[in-house]
């Protein structure tokens, strides 16, 4: 039956949760979709084959069979909304042990092999270990049961059984929100804002950070809180990393261009899961050569986290990027400050303190002593200081007062758009 019906899925499926309904779950000009459809009589795998991925099933539904060794067929049941299929495969190479066959039009969620194995990679070994004893154990009692029987009965009961893990893990919130972040990066989705620091003994804009956010067609404009977590246990991170900083370079350029101030610096946000890629630093150089910004002008602002990895990559990396005349600064410094041990180690050279502390300084004594001592840390060890998330005068006037000159926060400029930006520093902000 292959009557051409190209409705989009989100066409089809207006009684779909809001967050899917206006992403095209089905494009046919493009690869990249958030929802694969297979039509009802459709196989959606065969057993024997080598599979690379796992589907939910968002809607129809399908029926499992396999073929025994002398030949008869067995029905091992069906499953339907809320249930996952084809989960083996993307746990090892081994061929699909039943075939699955769509018996209505159904729409299906994908977890392709390689997005398992990095949230393998990023739990514990144990689970890992676990996960892939147990499925070698079933595979092994497949493989020696010829005598199982027509499971139809019981297959009900394990379709609830499944369905409950299923919801009680949240995963599906997290898989369909990471294939349509996949989708957003790839349809320009993705913006920019900047927010400007500002020299608080002139009052002059001296750089910017650029700060994520997602376009989201149905949600409106998400922050990063909401979704960079879920962009690093993926690995999507990395490529968005990429374009935000490509991103912010061309308009770093254009700005200095518009105002002829080379000074001007852009701050770019990097995840710890960035410096897994081990041509990152190639990256950040030819995007500098391509887009015409001085190493110079590009501040990384990275995470105690990561330096609390001591890696030897991660070093050799950063020491390479501050040896071309980038500035590396801490992002969120003081939240786990337990370890200071790697201050030394890394070529650091700029901390932005919390906006925790900055928030609570004027009425809290723990707050204020440890801008205090953030502060004298920055002196005695040559670092810069960034104080984050300054709203008030009375902050300002203490800050100057401790020499902490550099401020970002919503007292001068919040995070804005490149156009906006200009007119604020058209506007003699500059
Ligand atoms: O402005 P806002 O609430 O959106 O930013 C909060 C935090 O989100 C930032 O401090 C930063 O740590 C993180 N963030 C913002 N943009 C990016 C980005 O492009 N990459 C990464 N890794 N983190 C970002
Ligand atoms: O990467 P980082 O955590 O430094 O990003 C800065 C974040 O802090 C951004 O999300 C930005 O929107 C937010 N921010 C900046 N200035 C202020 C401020 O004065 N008050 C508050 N509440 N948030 C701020
Ligand atoms: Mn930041």
Redesign the pocket.
Same mark, same amino acid.
């Given at each position: 039956m292959n009557s051409g019906n190209n409705n989009s899925a989100a066409e089809q499926s207006s009684d779909l949760a809001v967050s899917s309904s206006l992403i095209p779950a089905f494009d046919p000009s493009s690869s990249l979709q958030v929802e694969k459809l297979y039509r009802a009589g459709e196989f959606i795998m065969s057993q024997g084959d080598i599979g690379d991925s796992a589907y939910f099933i968002q809607s129809g539904r399908v029926q499992i069979s396999l073929t025994r060794s002398d030949g008869s067929k067995l029905l091992m049941g069906q499953r339907g909304a809320g249930s996952l299929i084809g989960e083996m495969a993307i746990v090892d190479d081994g061929p699909r042990s039943a075939s699955v066959q769509a018996i209505e039009d159904c729409r299906l969620l994908e977890i392709t092999k390689s997005d398992f194995t990095r949230a393998l990679r990023n739990s514990s070994p144990i689970v890992g270990l676990v996960t892939r004893l147990i499925l070698l154990r079933y595979r092994d009692v497949l493989q020696r049961s010829d005598i199982i029987r027509d499971f139809t009965g019981m297959a009900t009961v394990l379709e609830q059984q499944e369905r409950v893990h299923a919801e009680e893990s949240r995963v599906l919130d997290l898989v369909r929100m990471a294939n349509e972040f996949r989708v957003a990066a790839a349809r320009q989705q993705l913006l920019l804002e900047y927010?400007p620091f500002i020299d608080m003994t002139t009052g002059a804009v001296i750089g910017f950070?650029a700060?994520m956010r997602w376009q989201h067609p149905v949600r409106g404009k998400i922050?990063?809180d909401q979704f960079i977590p879920m962009a690093e246990d993926t690995g999507l991170i990395v490529d968005a990393t990429r374009w935000a900083f490509k991103e912010a370079c061309t308009a770093l350029k254009r700005i200095q261009d518009r105002t002829g101030n080379r000074a001007l610096f852009m701050s770019i946000?990097f995840s710890a899961t960035d410096f897994d890629e081990p041509d990152l630093f190639d990256y950040l150089i030819s995007t500098l050569a391509e887009t015409g910004v001085t190493a110079e002008s590009v501040h990384l602002?990275i995470t105690e986290r990561l330096l609390l990895r001591k890696s030897e990559q991660v070093l050799r990396m950063l020491q390479q990027c501050r040896a071309q005349g980038m500035q590396v600064a801490i992002?969120?410094f003081g939240i786990a400050y337990s370890s200071l041990s790697y201050l030394h180690l890394y070529p650091v050279s700029i901390l932005?303190i919390d &906006?925790s502390f900055i928030?609570n300084m004027i009425s809290d004594r723990t707050s204020m002593s440890l801008v205090k001592t953030i502060l004298s840390l920055c002196s005695n060890m040559g670092f810069k200081s960034i104080a984050?998330?300054?709203?008030t005068q009375d902050q300002v006037d203490l800050l100057l007062e401790l020499e902490c000159t550099v401020a970002?926060? &919503?007292?001068f400029a919040?995070?804005m758009s490149e156009q906006a930006l200009m007119k604020f520093l058209e506007q003699g902000h500059g």
């Open positions: 927010q950070e700060l922050g990063p946000n602002e992002d969120d932005k &906006y928030k984050e998330g300054v709203e970002q926060g &919503y007292r919040k995070p």
